[in-house]
T-cell receptor, first 113, second 111 residues
């Protein structure tokens, strides 16, 4: 069964360092999402791609976060510099289109020290 | 602005009990609603997707209903099992195709 892949699964970094997360969606899925989930809360959408284009990044802290999906397939989310408050689970999801069922990857647990 | 609320925040039931989880949303102009399960430290597993034109969806022991006019969805779990213990999240796809999640209901099924 096709799955969304994410790496790394865990990341510990010091504040002010740069960190990057990678996501490979299910083959053929045009829409890719990055979410941030703080412990005890629901996921919050950071950025949504349709193919290689950003369709929603209204909640992305653009002073330190960036995301790209250059060829419309896999995607990278970067944080530079990392802050203590960035400690969270970063989840990637994909769907056939923006209105179809979303499938999630296992997530990357980020700890900033 | 769309807000999604899940009540209760936590629920503990004995094995075998039927239970209902609630999800409410403030703006009825939604495209669809999706229920997920999340085990501790893991990603989300999709359970059911209900389109705005549908009233309910069923999968095995799970049944999800949608009442757009009242801004409510329920997830019914029949004959609960210890393996059902997890956090259950609902997510609304707004008319503008933005996804808004509730905070989830933590379910514990006692053997």
């Amino acid at each position: 069964e096709a799955e969304v892949a994410q790496s790394p699964r865990y990341k510990i970094t010091e504040k002010s360092q740069a960190v990057a997360f990678w996501c490979d969606p299910i083959s053929g899925h045009a829409t890719l999402y990055w979410y941030r989930q703080i412990l005890g809360q629901g996921p919050e959408l950071l950025v949504q791609f349709q193919d290689e284009s950003v369709v929603d990044d209204s909640q992305l802290p653009k002073d330190r976060f960036s995301a790209e999906r250059l060829k419309g397939v896999d995607s990278t989310l970067k944080i530079q510099p990392a802050e203590l408050g960035d400690s969270a689970m970063y989840l990637c999801a994909s769907s056939l289109t923006g209105t179809h069922e979303q499938y999630f990857g296992p997530g990357t647990r980020l700890t900033v020290t | 602005k769309q807000e999604v609320t899940q009540i209760p925040a936590a629920l503990s039931v004995p094995e075998g009990e039927n239970l209902v989880l609630n999800c409410s949303f403030t703006d009825s102009a939604i495209y669809n609603l999706q229920w997920f399960r999340q085990d501790p430290g893991k990603g989300l597993t999709s359970l059911l997707l209900i389109q705005s034109s549908q009233r309910e969806q069923t999968s095995g022991r799970l049944n999800a209903s949608l009442d757009k006019s009242s801004g409510r969805s329920t997830l019914y779990i029949a004959a609960s099992q210890p393996g059902d213990s997890a956090t259950y999240l609902c997510a609304v796809k707004t008319g503008g195709f933005k996804t808004i999640f509730g905070a989830g209901t933590r379910l514990f099924v006692k053997a």
